[in-house]
Nanobody, 124 residues
Framework: QVQLVESGGGLVQPGGSLRLSCAAS????????MGWYRQAPGKQRELVAA???????NYAASVKGRFTISRDNAKNTVYLQMNSLKAEDTAAYFC??????????????????WGQGTQVTVSS
């Protein structure tokens, strides 16, 4: 029903920058909260940043001041600008969205959707 396609990952030196993008497509009534999570080898998936449809943001303490999340509601796209990257930012980054999909003529339901992940490697 909802597909998320991420792009923008890659290899960058410490101190460098990357910009991730995630576009939602498919059949849905609305794209609500959007966010980025990351998972490093041997670690649990963790929230990096999230943004509501109205633009309210939330960041993990470890990225606050370095990463900026934004979205374009007209394009159903969320972005993550990552600056001053550190080796500990190395992980697979996953896009997430809560989207309302129609379940009948009279009702809709909000579901959770995930992208396939994009690798970010910070290394010299």
């Amino acid at each position: 029903q909802v597909q998320l396609v991420e792009s923008g990952g890659g290899l960058v030196q410490p101190g460098g920058s990357l910009r991730l993008s995630c576009a939602a497509s498919g059949r849905f009534e609305s794209i609500n909260d959007m966010g980025w999570y990351r998972q490093a080898p041997g670690k649990q998936r963790e929230l990096v940043a999230a943004i509501t449809r109205g633009g309210m943001t939330n960041y993990a303490a470890s990225v606050k001041g370095r990463f900026t999340i934004s979205r374009d509601n007209a394009k159903n796209t969320v972005y993550l600008q990552m600056n001053s990257l550190k080796a500990e930012d190395t992980a697979a980054y996953f896009c997430n969205t809560k989207a309302a999909v129609r379940t009948s003529v009279w009702s809709q339901k909000e579901n959770d959707y995930w992208g396939q992940g994009t690798q970010v490697t910070v290394s010299s």
